[in-house]
């Protein structure tokens, strides 16, 4: 029995000695068996010690410590689990928070590498270039200045008092946001899928609001002009309303007209079929035509630079902008030669009416004035190749026909004629007390 009792009493003592054994290799020794990787940020981002590291939402590891380098950043030893290991290079590593409330409720967050790369060994580096740090809301608020703060501070006890009471209908309204927000993460997600495009996208509208600023005094004058004009449309509003009223039978009219021309185009076409050889003919003018283009463009060019060059008065636009407006001048009454006169467009009507009484008093001597400036030109002679062989001549037609007739000073208009049997070319009496002229002074013939 009592070897038998000693026996046990060592067959016991070396279970425990086991047990102790094994137990501290569990408990002490196997922090040298995980996969660790230390990652190194900016700052720690509240993390502590035991804060999970994820991927995905998924739980993969553990933090295990926390260090401060020389330079003032952090470094922090995640250890993962065997099933997600090893890390790739390329993996990136983020401080995220579980919530906005809260203190240790921070977590580290691995993005895996979409293509595999080199494998980061045990106790490996994931530099700084490939971390990011959360940022608290204590940050977000310490970049605005102590007004801007108040200002936010005065928008939310606003937007309390505005929802005091009435919490129930705005969640009610909130609902209805549902389907715009959802809407608008459908968009966001679209743009983000074809980053290139949207990069593009947003640098040449980048180029296209540069542009607009280099040019923004060009731009004000259009807008000037622009509201200029719209002022001028609605001034005429009447005007307009009525030009609309006309358009629509004016664009019956032209669907009539429009119809008809493309049955004069049919018509057309053996024009066209016969103007094709000479077409061919026209190419070696064309090609000098178009030289004749290329060497006009500096001409062009200069010209361009006359009628509109940047700056002020010292081009062609600047030139018309100094002369009087067509108004000012046809029909406003302004200072004019020390006086306050009517425009060009009242006097000239003016004047018109004053010379009528003028004009009517000439008219009948036209035809008198006509033949004379018939008979002026020329001598009534003949003509041979040295041209007009009699330089001068003598009528005597009219002291042929009878005596001669003296002392005509009152001429009828038309009375160089003879008197028409008729009598459609006498005057009556009123007319030659009205010109001041007698009958017994017509050139030719006997008086009626």
Sequence with gaps: MASVSGLGRVAALAAVIAAVTLSAIVLFGGGGGGYEVTAKFINAGQIVKGNPVQTGGTAIGTVKDIAITDDGQAEIKLEVDDEYTPLREGTRAAIKQLSQSGIA????????????????PDGGRIEIDKTRTAVDLDQLFNTLDPETRKALQGFVKGNARQFRGTGAQANEAFEYLNPALATSS???????????????????????????AERRDELSGL????????????????ALADSIERLPPFMRR??????????????????????EPVAERLNPFLGQARRFAADAEPTVADLRAAVRRPG?????????????????????????NGKVRPGAFPQSAGAFKDAAPIIGEARPYTTDFLGWLDDFSTTGGGFDA????????????????????S??????????????????????????????????????????
Excluded at 224 to 232: F, I
Aim: net charge neutral; aromatic share 6%; hydrophobic share 35%.
């Design 254 to 275: 032209a669907n009539t007209t429009f119809v008809n021309l493309r049955a004069a185009l049919d018509d057309v076409d053996p024009l066209v079929d016969a103007a």
């Design 186 to 212: 459908r968009l966001f997600n679209e743009l983000n899928r074809d980053k290139p495009v949207l990069e593009r996208f947003l640098v040449d509208s980048s180029r296209l609001v540069t542009a607009l």
């Design 312 to 336: 002020k008065d010292n081009d062609l636009i600047g030139l018309l902008n100094t002369v009087p407006a067509l108004t000012d001048i046809a029909v406003e009454d302004k200072q004019r």
């Design 105 to 120: 409720n921070r977590y580290v967050d691995l993005s895996f590498p979409p293509n595999g790369g080199k494998e980061i």
């Design 386 to 405: 040295l041209g007009a062989y009699a330089r001068a001549f003598i009528g005597f037609g009219e002291n042929l026909r009878g005596p001669a007739k």
């Design 407 to 448: 002392k005509q000073f009152k001429r009828c208009p038309g009375h160089a004629e003879e008197a028409a049997p008729d009598g459609s070319n006498l005057l009556s009496e009123e007319e030659r007390r009205r010109l001041d002229c007698e009958e017994s002074a017509r050139a030719t013939g006997n008086v009626p």
């Design 223 to 238: 807008i000037g002009n622009l509201n200029q004009t719209t002022r001028a449309l609605g001034n005429r509003k009447g």
